[in-house]
Every structure is written in C-alpha cells, then in structure tokens.
C-alpha cells in the first residue's frame, strides 16, 4: 500500500485516516463523506487509507489491475480508497464533478473502504451478493436515482428502451441486472440501495448488524444466505414480492 503521509482524524471519532489529497480544499468535502460513513456504520475502521488523486496517471497507478477510465472511485481489497480528483473526474459523470458529486462519490466509495476495514479486514472474506455489497455504499452515497419519485419510470423507460424495472412486477432477475453504462448501473445500484432500505425499515442496524454477527469465519453463500433469513425472516428473493408492493404504492401516492 502506498504511504500516505498526512494522517488526521476525519470523524467524530478517535480513529486517524491517512489521506492524501490534490489540494486542502478538498479537506470539508472528504470530512463529510466520512462522517456520513461514521453515522451509518455507528464504528470506524483503523488503518484507512484514503487519496483523492491529482491526475488520471496517479489514478491509474493506484488503482492497478482495477483501473477503468469510466470508474471514479475504486477501493482495492487491501481496503485502500482510490478517488479521482476533479481534474480527471469527467464532465459527463452526470454532475459528479461538482464539490456535492463529489461528496457523494467519496461517501459511496469510503462505504466500501469501511466494508473492508470494519467488518472483515479483506474483501475476499467478506462474500456477499453484488447488490449488498454495492447497495449500502449506493445508500450511504445517496446516488441520483431515487425510486420514490413518480416521475422517475417513465423518465428512465425514455433512457433505457429495453429495459425498465415494472415496479408492480419486480422480478429478480430485475434486481440482478446490471446493463452497460452509467446509468443502468446506476439504477442497479439505486434499487439495491432502495429494497436494502426498505428491509431495514430506514434505520441501517439491522443490516449493519447482520453483516458484523456473520462471524469471524471466512462468508460463504449459505453463510450469507443463512445469516439474511435469521435477520430478515425470510430469503431476499421473498422479500421482493413486499417490496414490489411498497414501491408500486410509493409510486401511486406522490
Ligand atoms: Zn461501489
């Protein structure tokens, strides 16, 4: 892991953050990120380490074997959270490259670094689906897409053509979709965000909970699966068909 000098604490709390930015204005934007991670997570992790990197060459550096040019933020297993600064943040990232994008950004993106850190120290032995693994950083970041509004299905029917998640009839197979481009991910993300949300009834402990009484053994499938139905009282694919429901009334009601 690269070393990063400037060590200071960010939270609340009594943990330092190594961090490494372009420029100490970055400083407010990146404290409240992280303190938006310390109210979720009620915890923080030691030995975070987080830079928001100057320009695309020491993004690509840090970022390695997960370097993409579309990506704006990737935590590496080591737990170590590589974010671009607003210099290679791109102009359509759909406003991520604004100080308030950026926020967002970092929040979804430390979530991970805190997922790695806090529960388990390695994300190799922290199996869990894709859409929990990506939907509580969505909903820490408060990402764009935001189901309860009304307008916002036929707004995506216009983007998507092929694809636009019924919300009378959601199927998982919905919920595993991942499309190509930012936006579908996008969307992805926000309804793994959504239904994580709903199952926890707006507060995060349960889901928090759940995720640190896992124990200390390496997380299999049936682990998971096992530890979601103790939680919830049923499988996540059961727990759809409430879902559905809910967001059919949020949708008929605003
Ligand atoms: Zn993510």
């Known amino acids: 892991m ?3 000098n400037n060590v200071q604490t960010l939270g609340d709390g009594q943990k330092r953050v190594g961090i490494e930015l372009p420029d100490s204005e970055y400083l ?3 404290q409240a990120a992280y303190r938006r991670n310390l109210q979720f997570w009620q915890d923080e992790p030691t030995d975070l380490q987080i830079i928001v990197t100057e320009n695309e060459d ?3 550096e840090l970022a390695g074997p997960y370097y993409d040019p579309i990506i704006a933020g990737v935590t590496t297993d080591a737990g170590l959270v590589v974010f671009r600064g607003m210099q290679s943040l791109r102009k359509e990232k ?3 490259n ?5 926020e967002n950004g970092l929040a979804h993106e430390i979530g991970h670094g805190y ?5 388990r120290g390695g994300m190799e032995k922290t199996w869990a689906p894709l859409w929990v693994m990506e939907g509580i950083p969505t909903w820490i970041g408060k990402e764009r897409w935001n189901l309860a509004r009304k307008d916002l299905l036929a707004k995506l029917a216009k983007v998507y053509g092929e694809w636009t998640p019924d919300p009378q009839a959601l199927t998982w197979d919905d919920m595993s979709y991942i499309g190509s481009g930012n936006e579908k991910i996008a969307l992805s993300f926000s309804l793994w965000a959504e239904y994580l949300k709903y ?3 707006e507060t995060p402990s349960t889901a928090i909970q759940m995720l640190r009484e896992l124990g200390p053994a390496e997380w299999t499938e049936a682990q998971f699966n096992g530890a979601f139905r103790e939680t919830f009282g049923k499988t996540a694919v059961e727990g759809l068909v409430e879902f559905t429901d809910y967001l059919s009334s949020m949708q008929t009601l605003r």
């Open 98 to 102: 604004t100080w308030e994008g950026l």
């Open 199 to 201: 199952l926890t009834v």
């Open 115 to 119: 997922w790695v850190k806090l529960l």
């Open 58 to 60: 020491r993004f690509r």
């Open 94 to 96: 759909g406003g991520i």
């Open 28 to 30: 407010p934007t990146l």
């Open 2 to 4: 690269p070393s990063v």
